[in-house]
């Protein structure tokens, strides 16, 4: 099953803060460049015309809407505005200081970049802060605007992005010939074309995320939905479960949809509500039939027992175990549909407060309401591995989605999206049974008398391509390898809550090359470690998921959730007429 965290939204805009500094020293007399009545003060000049110009830049971007931000990811029609010609250049004639003004690039669907010829089917929002009379705005530009709106002042910001990129982020990086610069601005573009669509503040996510992960590898649902868990608008517990809501908990790409005439379980709802101080946790599945040239897409349907198709997921225990809260092991295997049913919370109010039944692990869920405005609907859908591979090309040529690029339209107007923030008391050890060989594609000895066995022996690893002999290697020292056809250096220590767990750290760089670690790939990049552990007799692979880092789940109302679908049953029909042979 393909999975996902979750997403989130900010907005693209300048601080209230720095708005009330503007006004403080200002008095009364309106921003920059917004043509304010000097009659009042005879002693003043009045405030000359200047012109601002540059080029909005993924490459060059013609027929591109030039503006200045509203505060609401929005143009503000008092200003001036242009449009960019063939080569992207604007100019735009303006009154007064405008440095620090937010510009906004606003890109439609079906505009082709003149640089790479590259025809973008999901419109996306590029910004820039005015630093000058001359300001391009691109992809980097975007990146500052961003950090300064979350909170960095601008010169921090642009040395950020200029650590980032190599670049001054205001610089043309077509014209320099920079290739590393272009193709980072390339997989950003992808990122929020992908994410974020016509949602400036959607998009502000995105950017963030890139900055602060160290660049577009590192970006993830997870990581994007972390950059608004904090500041998204607060909401009460009550208020948001007032009614159900659902999160897409993934969908099964492992069906050949041409070669069979259903296809039960293909997209999975978690459904939420809440009664008094239960909270009512369901799964349901929509399947499809298969016509002559089309999809006939079925109703959701409740499964029965919930949770029996998380088997195919990482972040839930399949058959194996789990670490208790008081450092044991569970003593029986754990099953997914022990997550689902109903739960009695301690506090159900402001947030809701829980414990794990099967851990003891306390935890609290706090909520966050946004409008999903202008998102695209594809963004919904779980896809738990990077839009980009390292070299730049999109993950769906490698391992990835058949159905969310034939995913059309945008989240319409008005449409809740509620961030459920769970936030674990402590660590979490999971050890998934069922779903180990794609954690990593690691042999572990089948006869062990200790978790000490594993140290100082070559655990063979499969890699992509080739059959040379490869292996983890953890070493007494504390160091952790791997040599073979792919050579890794990490390290490695006991857990602290339980000696017979070995966490181990590895560059997520580490995995680019071995067979079936897609997954892995993106546990690791959502701060999550490898674990070794010796249970009941026997060795497993499984996670560390740190309790520094929350979960948050993206949820919709039945309204949300409808839109979700009814783009998902189009696109399966879309993929399905370019893919004769079949979809998985």
Not at 79 to 94: E, I, Q
Not at 100 to 129: E, M, N
Not at 384 to 396: A, E, K, V, Y
Not at 433 to 451: D, E, F, R, V, W
């Amino acid at each position: 099953m393909k999975t996902r965290p979750g997403r989130a939204t900010l907005q693209f805009a300048l601080s209230a803060t720095a708005s009330a500094m503007l006004a403080a020293c200002g008095g009364g007399g309106g921003s920059p460049g917004s043509g304010a009545d000097t009659a009042s003060n005879p002693g003043s000049s009045p405030a000359a015309t200047t012109t601002i110009s540059g080029k909005a830049i993924d490459g060059y971007l013609p027929g591109v809407k030039i503006c200045f931000d509203n505060g609401q990811g929005a143009c503000d029609s008092t200003l001036p505005s242009a449009t960019t010609d063939s080569s992207g250049s604007y100019t735009l004639k303006v009154t007064g200081d405008m440095t620090g003004k937010h510009l906004l690039a606003i890109v439609p669907a079906g505009t082709t970049d003149a640089t790479s010829g590259t025809t973008f089917q999901t419109p996306f929002v590029l910004g820039a802060l005015v630093a000058g009379d001359s300001q391009n705005i691109t992809p980097l530009t975007s990146m500052v605007a961003a950090q300064v709106a979350k909170g960095l002042s601008q010169d921090k910001a642009s040395a950020a992005v200029q650590q980032l990129t190599g670049v001054d982020p205001n610089t043309d990086y077509i014209a320099g010939g920079n290739s590393n610069a272009s193709t980072l601005a390339s997989q950003v573009v992808s990122l929020l074309t992908t994410y974020a669509g016509s949602s400036a503040s959607a998009s502000q996510n995105v950017l963030n995320a890139v900055v602060d992960t160290g660049g577009t590898a590192g970006v993830t649902q997870a990581a994007i939905s972390s950059e608004a868990a904090a500041a998204a608008p607060h909401t009460a517990a009550t208020t948001a479960l007032a009614s159900p809501l659902y999160a897409v908990d993934g969908y099964l790409g492992g069906a050949n949809i041409a070669g069979s005439s259903t296809f039960s379980n293909y997209l999975l709802r978690d459904g939420f509500s809440l009664v008094g101080s239960t909270l009512n946790h369901s799964q349901d599945d929509a399947s499809y039939a298969k016509a002559a040239t089309s999809i006939v897409a079925g109703d959701w349907t409740a499964l029965s027992p919930a949770g029996g198709l998380d088997s195919y997921r990482l972040d839930v225990v399949n058959g194996g175990f789990e670490l208790k809260a008081n450092g044991t092991w569970t003593p029986a295997p754990v099953t997914p549909d022990m997550a689902y049913g109903s739960a009695t919370l301690s506090s159900a109010g402001d947030t809701l407060a829980g414990t794990d039944p099967v851990t003891g692990i306390g935890y609290t869920v706090s909520y966050g309401k946004v409008d999903a405005d202008g998102q695209p609907l594809a963004s919904a859908l779980p896809v738990p591995r990077l839009p980009l591979m390292p070299d730049g090309t999109d993950i769906g040529s490698h391992y990835g989605s058949a159905i969310q690029p034939y995913m059309q339209g945008s989240f319409a107007s008005g449409t809740a999206e509620y961030l459920a923030t769970t936030t674990w008391a402590q660590d979490r050890i999971i050890l998934p049974a069922g779903s180990s060989a794609y954690i990593m594609p690691l042999t572990l000895p089948t006869s062990a008398a200790s978790i000490n066995d594993v140290i100082g022996k070559a655990l063979p690893v499969s890699v992509s391509g080739t059959t040379a002999s490869t292996a983890l290697t953890l070493n007494a020292d504390g160091s952790a390898s791997i040599a073979g056809a792919v050579s890794v250096t990490g390290s490695w220590k006991p857990y602290a809550g339980n000696a017979s767990a070995l966490v181990v750290t590895l560059p997520v760089t580490a995995f680019d090359e071995l067979d079936g670690t897609g997954d892995m790939q993106t546990q690791l990049r959502l701060g999550r470690s490898l674990v070794i552990a010796y249970v009941n007799g026997a060795l497993h692979q499984g996670l560390l998921i740190p309790a520094s880092r929350p979960d948050v789940t993206a949820l919709f109302d039945a309204n949300g959730m409808g839109q979700i679908k009814a783009s998902f049953d189009k696109a399966i029909t879309a993929a399905l007429s370019v893919n004769a042979a079949g979809i998985y």
